[in-house]
């Protein structure tokens, strides 16, 4: 299916550092290996996701205190791993997330130790490991106003001072009713006004309530096994099903206006069954946020999605 229905594949978790730089002498390549192998097989773009992340860090990186010592991990971790798939990745999430909500640096090992310089450092470093690979800024939320703004201004801070930055990747963990679309389509104009390229990188439609979406409610309910907080559990409501298809009608209409100025999207999982949205934020339920569902067959979604494409053409 994957073969038949994408022309670009993302690691979800393979690449991250806990999995491809366990030790610090050590590093493991043979899933990451399998996985270029199998976009190079299929001819399919390859995008290689994330090289400086505060979480899903190998425990050791964690315990780095002291700047020297981040310098010597940064170069290291980057320099190897951008370099042994060189020529062969077609993009690279440098830094994930290292915006607060508010736009605002987050508080990281890596702030920490190097301050916001650790931020020009990774792109210089990936750069450097590989001068014709794109690389991006990958963040969630960032097309809400505080954080964009936030992230704009990192973006033209670390171009200023000498890092390559080819694009931004707005991950689209998004719900029915939010973002608005005209939120998400000032994005595209003012990222893409940057000179820099636009992604959607990790979109998903999430169709469950969530805890901060209950006003007043009680802190101190329990979320999970809270039948509120699973509507769904055998099958998803066709009037539901058609909002979540009119949703993704509306997302792509406004992709295809912009085309131009969009480099790819991606959706974080390939069908329900195996969506990270069905334990996160709360354990065990049943969501049903992509095209595909988990008998991997195509939905509404899927068909509203490929009409317009038609209606393009």
């Given at each position: 299916m994957i073969k038949k229905e994408f022309n670009a594949i993302t690691a979800e978790n393979i690449m991250k550092s806990m999995f491809v730089h366990p030790q610090k002498d050590k590093y493991d390549f043979t899933l990451a290996d399998k996985?270029?192998?199998?976009?190079?097989?299929?001819?399919?773009?390859?995008?290689?996701?994330?090289?400086?992340?505060?979480?899903?860090?190998?425990?050791?990186?964690?315990?780095?205190?002291?700047?020297?010592?981040?310098?010597?991990?940064?170069?290291?971790?980057?320099?190897?791993?951008?370099?042994?798939?060189?020529?062969?990745?077609g993009s690279w999430d440098v830094v994930n997330e290292a915006l607060n909500e508010d736009g605002t640096l987050r508080k990281s090992v890596f702030l920490n130790t190097l301050g916001e310089q650790y931020l020009v450092d990774a792109f210089k470093l990936a750069a450097k490991a590989d001068p014709k690979v794109d690389l991006y800024y990958n963040d969630y939320n960032i097309e809400e106003p505080a954080k964009r703004a936030g992230a704009i201004a990192l973006i033209k801070k670390i171009k200023a001072t000498g890092g390559k930055v080819d694009g931004v990747g707005i991950q689209g963990h998004w719900r029915l009713n939010s973002p608005s679309i005209e939120e998400i389509e000032k994005s595209i104009l003012e990222y893409s006004a940057l000179g820099i390229k636009v992604a959607f990188t990790e979109l998903d439609i999430t169709v469950l309530p969530n805890p901060w979406d209950l006003k007043g409610a009680d802190v101190n309910q329990k979320f999970e096994g809270n039948p509120k907080m699973n509507p769904y559990p055998e099958k998803l409501p066709d009037s539901v099903q058609t909002q979540l298809a009119e949703r993704y009608k509306s997302i792509f209409k406004l992709f295809l206006k912009h085309k131009d100025k969009i480099s790819r999207v991606t959706f974080w999982g390939v069908h329900d069954g195996q969506s990270w949205l069905n334990d996160w934020p709360i354990k065990g339920r049943t969501n049903y946020p992509l095209p595909f569902d988990a008998d991997l067959k195509h939905k509404k979604a899927y068909d509203n999605i490929l009409r317009l494409k038609a209606k393009k053409e």
């Open positions: 996985f270029v192998a199998y976009g190079e097989k299929n001819k399919m773009f390859i995008h290689g996701h994330t090289l400086i992340w505060h979480s899903q860090l190998a425990p050791w990186m964690e315990k780095i205190k002291d700047s020297t010592e981040m310098k010597a991990f940064m170069k290291d971790h980057i320099t190897t791993i951008v370099s042994k798939y060189k020529g062969r990745i």
